[in-house]
DNA sequence: TATTGTTATACTCTATAACTATA
DNA sequence: TATAGTTATAGAGTATAACAATA
């Protein structure tokens, strides 16, 4: 199970390097437009959703809850995001997304494509599909592990 | 260019996850050894340019060359890494790796291919190749546009 | 004058503890 | 009693600026 010696560390470096760049290019794209990587996330997953819960989004972006108070403040006071209570739980409020929102979303998406097709350039269209869905594998494996559900129909 | 619209985030969104998921494994593994995964990355360095200065360290692993003191000093006080003066430009370090620091390179690599093991398990021994290659391709664009030589024979 | 390494300091980001209001 | 959200505070991690030695 183990290839050339070192494969996993190399696997794991160019990984984590990778994604830095991903998510650094993805900062500078966004930052014109007010939003970081965050708040893009936090759209992305409103945009699915219909409605969440602070909680249920820190879980899923693996945040502290604590974090997401002054994330989901700067989302309100840029009228991009809705607070109200939950009538079923009144402890929690209904996240929803706002018309205004969804243009910010969809020129979030934007930005973010064309970062993905920037760093991804040396890949063709089926290599890129087949990342997406070996990515997708193991990532399902670490829900799992994680024995968590799926938020509102699927994992955004 | 586009594929399915949003494939970019997702793609975006699980590379980062997948990233972190692998480096707090590889840290929950390398902590027990008294070795940060910094700590790692540079006595895999070592283990393959018989010396390099701790700017050349720190422009790889883009760190600021600051942070490399203290991590340097945390592998020379353990005896893993020695510091000469390069006698060619006596500014600067020539760090070697030491016997004791190649065994616990040894130690850290079984580490992190088994924490390949457990996170790529979802994907056969072909597919991982593949994973390299295709990441291999992509970090090359990288390094390219960065302009950035190659450090000792090959980029670690 | 520029570069390597160093130190001290300031800044940013994150987590912790304590609180409220609901359940 | 436990949970969702909030606040203030402490802590970790990082970058910045100024310095000494060498080029």
Redesign the interface.
Known sequence: ???P???????????????????QR?ADGLAPHGLKVRHF?VL?MLGEAATLSQQQMATYL?LDPTLMVALIDDLERQRLVERTRDPADRRRYAIRITAKGRQSLAKA?TV??A???E?????D?A??????D?????????WDGRQSGSIGTAR?
């Open positions: 199970m183990s290839d010696p070192g494969l996993s560390v190399l696997l794991g470096f160019q990984f984590a390097k990778c994604g830095s760049w991903l998510e993805l996330l992305a693996s998406r973010a494509d970062v993905g097709d760093v991804f350039a040396p890949l269209r290599e890129r599909r087949q990342l997406a070996m990515l997708g594998r193991v990532m399902a494996a670490y955004p």
